[in-house]
């Protein structure tokens, strides 16, 4: 190995044929507490190719990618950069390699200017900031790698796309070799992927490595050279190259595997159409299309599992329906009524529950008592309001009642909610939001972060309701608890209902397809 | 009155105006940087008091004007020390600690300030200047310093890397975090600026612009130097100018006490004092609500991430 | 926090487990400190006996054994208080002094409970003030009868309260804007509105900066108005307003703990967005909090107006800042604040006389900051941690773990 590195230093890269790594990630184990997010993890990327890392929710890329991008340090493993051991410790170590991340969210910001960004954290200039000179600069590497940008602009001014050119311009400025990508067209529009994989391919010429963390497998296979897949923390296929790879080869390497139907249940009895979806659009936080025209129907004594990486428009779909959001066209209508931020929530409150996916942010309050979070839905009637104050005694029987029908876990119903495990909690929100008999259930992300124990029950909890009837939209990361819970499942991606399928029977690989932007019929 | 009478009566009310507002112009630029860090600090009154006491007592009994000074900015910086700690590494709430350091400044310069109540005041050393004669060579340099202080401060808010740094870590924290910059330090750094800054606009109240040690020298000037920074947007050389308009208005009821300008004169008008009085007041409340709007308020400058404690990991800025 | 110079980090979790008690003990602690670290300043100050003035503080504040002993004996047999003594004197005093203080703390306990900045309450009871004032100088004859006066001068000063505390309240509510300079700059607004009207206005008297002494009818009963069939009442200027106090921290208490309003209330002041998915309106409860705070504020300056017996250029400012305190101190519970209140009223009564003045503050100052401190500490754990390569960096809260 150091006998080829000295020959290609002596005689350049472009001489030998044969491919050299820009770096090399051996045997990586990352742990978080309850998940083995990496399980020695093997990746390694070529000078100048555009290499994807795919995989589905909680299959491990981002992680390996924050270990690279050095914001994790691995329990166990090493980096190589040009066949040296590194170890880094913070982002800039891992900059001083030449190896820069892009990440989803950007840390740029937003009321300075392209240049003050890009030049922010440097060591030089160390005092007077010359930002006409920086302003030549940016301008200057822009333009090598055929990138437009005004290095004046302030960044709430510019467009998603010209802000991600900001971030990858930031790295580039810092000497990055390696650019590492995660989802990066996520927030763009058609337009701007054009260009960003234009500016992709300019920047492999150059010599420049692209790690691309992606889900879809569309793209995957337009700007890949190859391809990595990881699944639940393991590798499933290493560099393989994208040209040859088929998108249902890879989206089987994407799921494929013996699902574990965890929950045994009966089969469902379907009644009338509880909610009815018509042609659902909207706008995420961004401005930009998350759902675009989703219609489906729900019925009472069935489980709809809404499938999808995360980022699709589950999270718009479910506020919508819960009226925290507005849509911009189409209709749903609960029973006979329509679900709009200004229906009398307080009202429908009673028929429909809501599981939030942030149980914190949204779903309790977090120094009252498990008691008085148990009347969240219920303090304005009878009989737990009286006249105008709440009758403790009623809170105290009805939190009893539920903490015992529930199994919550809590010294007493007086205690703080906050200091309850993420499972109580949810049993909890559960306990608050189906104790009414709800007509129709939202749940989203319900078993989030919470031990196999909890899991169970609320698995439980969620069957319960469906065979007392309730009309289940059942939105989850998790493929497996979809595939065991769901009676019918619907795909997402792109804001759309890409695939809708009785799980009974489905193909597993179709679905993979389907999560990766591939339309399969059936 | 003649045309010469008039310019000169212009001269020394705008001179006047820049000696009333020097005070209130340190404190402002010492408040504009700590909350371009994101730490609002409403202790400026209490830092001010031990300033302006501070630096009177040590003037007393060391003769020299300069120390005095020295000593005023130290005690300010002190118990802005005391309020860096608690919202910075507690992460307790800015404004609760603010008002302590209030009560903590008023109380402190008040006890420790009764020997020094009405006790004589540093002599006025005249110098003689084209067009206002006779004025104070102190009053002078204190002029000064604010008029080379401002666009100092500007410019290195503006031009400099620390000074990018700064604005970086009040308006996306975790972001300046990611790329190196110690979020902690930094707001350490300012907030402790900002008592230096303040404690000298009190010792210049008490040695200089106003000469003097009485108990709550600095009557409620405090309070004005946290609205002047919104006033100001958060920008040192608006500070200069709002500072000094609000001189203008302090000294205005004094001013107009000359029966020459019968119309707007408050001798004939105390109650256009009183109403003026309020005016700066009025004036934050009113660009409070023009800003509410968030495109103005971009423009406006507010830090985005002003008064929130920084948390590494935690969601938002 | 990275400090240099160790290796090591400070590493901040929420305490899981949290009892009550804790708010107590750390409140107890703050003026204990208090006291402790004034103790130093006195001696800075020159005093050399800084317990012997902690001593005639309470003293004067609160009175001897000797005091109460020799009242409650007068008071039984009805007879004079003994030549030498003070009897009742000092803790009618006290009563005096907390009944504003009382009001103020409510009106911050309410606020802060929905998590509003209310720092204007010296604004809202200058305002209060100012308008009981003009109910008792202007508005009604100088000899209606006493409770149609006090009862229309409390009216004016919860009216006028509310109102000027909920503007603040509105602005918030519909432009959200930051309630804390609002509420402290209508402070100052309202210290000139006063002065306006008092000094150089259309209230004064002649050039003293006063309205002159009310007529009988709009002045509190002071308990040495029946000195004459209760000797030891003499002089003491205790009146009922401390009564109002006590009543509306009971109401308060009642609004808070048991009332569906003071679930809203609650859930509002902890998470927002949980309110809002309870359907609880945010702006109509910004309004209404706002201006209730105000309004009793405001009634706390009728309060004062009535028991000064004039309205002066030199009106008490500052006690909506011990308000605050107060609400602190008594962990946002009202029944609490009755005991807080009358405590820093004795503390004020007791200052009075001392030299140097500014105890009170600074005093006020340090309790507030000890308490702050405490809180702190008993809310999250502090640990000292050693950077070890794989603890550098921090694992992310929630599992959006790819």
Known sequence: MPCSNLIDRFLGSGFMSEPQNAFEMHDIVKRFPGVLANDHVNFSAQVGEVHALLGENGAGKSTLMNVLGGLYMPEAGGIYVGGQKASFHSPQDAIAHGIGMVHQHFMLVPSHSVAENIVLGLNRPRFFLNLSQVEEQVIALAEQYDMKVNPRARIWELSVGEQQRVEVLKMLFRGAKVLIMDEPTAVLTPQEVDSLFHTLRDMTRQGHTIVFISHKLDEVVAIADRVTVLRRGKVTAAGESAKGATKAKLAKLMVGREVLFRVVKKKAQPGDVVLSANGLTTNNDRGLPALRNVSFQLRAGEILGVAGVAGNGQRELAEVLTGLRRMTSGTAKFGSDLLDPSTHWQEIGQRLAHIPEDRAAFGSVPSLSVAENLILKSFNRGPIAAGWSINSTAVHQNAVRLVDEYQVATPTVETPVRMLSGGNLQKTILARETSGHPGLMIAVHPTRGLDVGATESVHKILIDQRDAGAAILLISEDLDELLSLSDRLAVMYEGQIIGEMPTEGADIQKIGLMMAGTKVEG | MSNNDLIALAATIIFGALVSGSPLLFATLGEILSERAGVMNLGIEGMMLVGAMGGFAVWFHTGNTFLGLLAGMIFGGLLALLHAFITVSLRADQVVSGLAVTFLGTGLSSILGAPYVGKAVPQPIPVIVPLLDRIELQQLIMVLIGLVLAPAIWYYLNRTRPGLNLRSVGEYPSAADSLGINVYRTRYMYVIFGGLMSGLGGAAMSLVSDPGWVDGKTSGLGWIAVGLVIFASWDPLRGLWVSYFFGLLRRLPLDLQNPALPLISTANNPQLGRIMDMLPYLATIFILILGSREAMRKRMGAPAALGTPYIRGERGL | ?402
């Not at chain 3, 008071?75 to 009944?99: E, H, Q, R, W, Y």
């Not at chain 3, 006066?149 to 000027?164: E, K, N, P």
């Not at chain 3, 910004?286 to 105000?294: A, R």
Request: aromatic share 12%; with cysteine.
């Open chain 3, 1 to 402: 926090m990275n400090l240099p110079w160790k290796s090591y980090r400070l590493r901040i979790e929420t305490r899981a487990d949290n009892p009550g008690w804790m708010g107590v003990v750390s409140s107890i602690l703050g003026v204990i400190l208090a006291l402790v670290v004034g103790g130093f300043v006195l001696r800075a100050a020159g005093a050399n006996d800084p317990i012997g003035t902690y001593r005639e503080i309470f003293k004067e504040g609160f009175g001897t054994l000797k005091d109460w002993q020799a009242g409650i004996f007068a008071l039984l047999t009805n007879t004079d208080c003994p030549k030498g003594l003070l009897c009742f004197g000092p803790i009618s005093d006290t009563f005096v002094k907390a009944s504003p203080i009382l009001l103020t703390g409510l009106a911050c306990i309410l606020a802060f409970r929905m998590k509003l900045w209310n720092i204007g309450a010296d604004g809202q009871m200058f305002m209060g003030a100012w308008a009981a004032t003009g109910v008792a100088v202007f508005l009604l004859p100088k000899d209606t009868d006493r409770t149609v006066m006090l009862t229309t001068m409390v009216l004016a000063g919860l009216i006028a309260g509310f109102i000027y505390g909920a503007i603040p309240g509105l602005l918030k509510a519909w432009l959200n804007i930051n309630e804390i300079i609002i509420t402290l700059m209508l402070n100052y607004v309202a210290y000139k509105w006063l002065e306006y009207f008092v000094v150089v206005g259309p209230w004064s008297i002649g050039n003293f900066e006063s309205t002159g002494r009310f007529a009988p009818s709009a002045t509190w009963p002071r308990l040495t108005e029946y000195s004459k069939s209760i000797p030891v009442l003499a002089g003491l200027t205790a009146h009922p307003g401390i009564f109002l106090g006590v009543i509306a921290a009971i109401i308060l208490a009642w609004i808070i703990y048991r009332s569906r309003w003071g679930y809203e209330i609650r859930v509002i002041g902890d998470n927002p967005k949980a309110a809002r998915y309870a359907g609880i309106s945010l702006a109509r409860n910004i309004f209404l909090v706002m201006g209730i705070s105000g309004a009793l504020a405001g009634l706390a300056g009728m309060n004062e107006v009535a028991a000064l017996r004039e309205l002066t250029g030199h009106f008490q400012r500052g006690y909506g800042f011990t308000g605050v305190i107060v609400a602190w101190l008594a962990r946002l519970n009202p029944l609490a604040a009755i005991l807080v209140a009358i405590l820093f009223g004795g503390l004020l009564v007791g200052t009075q006389l001392i030299q140097p003045q500014g105890i009170a503050s600074m005093l006020q100052g340090v309790i507030l900051f000890v308490v702050v401190g405490t809180e702190l500490l008993f809310r999250y754990r502090f640990r000292l941690e050693k950077i070890t390569p794989s603890a550098v960096t921090s694992a992310p809260e929630s599992s959006n773990v790819k």
